[in-house]
């Protein structure tokens, strides 16, 4: 199975700041990558795919970055909304796996 | 506007069956894979199954293989899970979604807003 290690698990940040977010697997998938926010209580949101395509309807304040084993997920000018939990996927292969998240918090 | 909709969680003892439902609507059904993917109370997101538009594939994970059966009635626009010798780390928010496309398989665009399933005694 292919492992994806998320980093750092979690965060502090203050409004207005740009954040940074990682992820790597444990072989190469190409551009395979996708990214979700969660936010408490409520179903995942779709971000990005291929690595950083955004989702219809997706600010361009989020971009991705990224491909064989090294990730990035980047979170410009955060606003209040998006204090919430970052998840990575690679569909490269099955089983499809997810990074363990990183939960994005006010300072 | 796309809607999914999982409905037939619950509480369950060990060794207990469930049957998971996810209406959908807002797009062709028939045209789209699905997948099911939980969340156990406090943790990350693991995928569960995978069942192609036209039913002709199935994947599971180990964990669950032979014990879960991923369907899906094209007439009646909804995808199912059935689950079989639950066991208590089977607990979890069950989660339907939508393949993004055949181009990028294997990845989701909506998701459904979960139903729980408390496997325990």
């Known amino acids: 199975d292919i492992q994806m290690t998320q980093s750092p698990s979690s965060l502090s940040a203050s409004v207005g700041d740009r954040v940074t977010i990682t992820c790597r697997a444990s072989?190469?998938?190409?551009?395979?990558v996708a990214w979700f926010q969660q936010k408490p209580g409520k179903a995942p949101k779709s971000l990005i795919y291929?690595?950083?395509t955004l989702q219809s309807g997706v600010p361009s304040k989020f971009s991705g970055s990224g491909s064989r084993t090294d990730f990035t997920l980047t979170i410009s000018g955060l606003q209040p909304e998006d204090f919430a939990t970052y998840y990575c996927?690679?569909?490269?292969?099955?089983?499809?796996?997810f990074g363990g998240g990183t939960k994005v918090e006010i300072k | 506007q796309v809607h999914l909709v999982e409905s037939g969680g619950g509480v369950v003892q060990p060794g207990g069956s469930l049957r998971l439902s996810c209406a959908a609507s807002g797009f062709t059904f028939s045209s789209y894979g699905m997948y099911w993917v939980r969340q156990a109370p406090g943790k990350g997101l693991e995928w569960v199954a995978f069942?192609?538009?036209?039913?002709?594939?199935?994947y599971y994970r180990d964990s669950v293989k032979g014990r879960f059966t991923i369907s899906r009635d094209t007439s009646k626009n909804t995808l199912f899970l059935q689950m079989n010798s639950l066991r208590a780390e089977d607990t979890a928010v069950y989660y339907c979604?939508?393949?993004?496309?055949?181009?990028?398989?294997?990845?989701?665009?909506?998701w459904g807003q979960g139903t729980l399933v408390t496997v325990s005694s």
């Open positions: 291929a690595a950083s």
């Open positions: 996927q690679q569909y490269n292969s099955y089983p499809l796996t």
């Open positions: 979604a939508r393949e993004l496309s055949t181009a990028a398989a294997g990845t989701f665009d909506y």
């Open positions: 072989q190469g998938i190409g551009n395979y």
């Open positions: 069942i192609r538009y036209d039913g002709s594939d199935k």
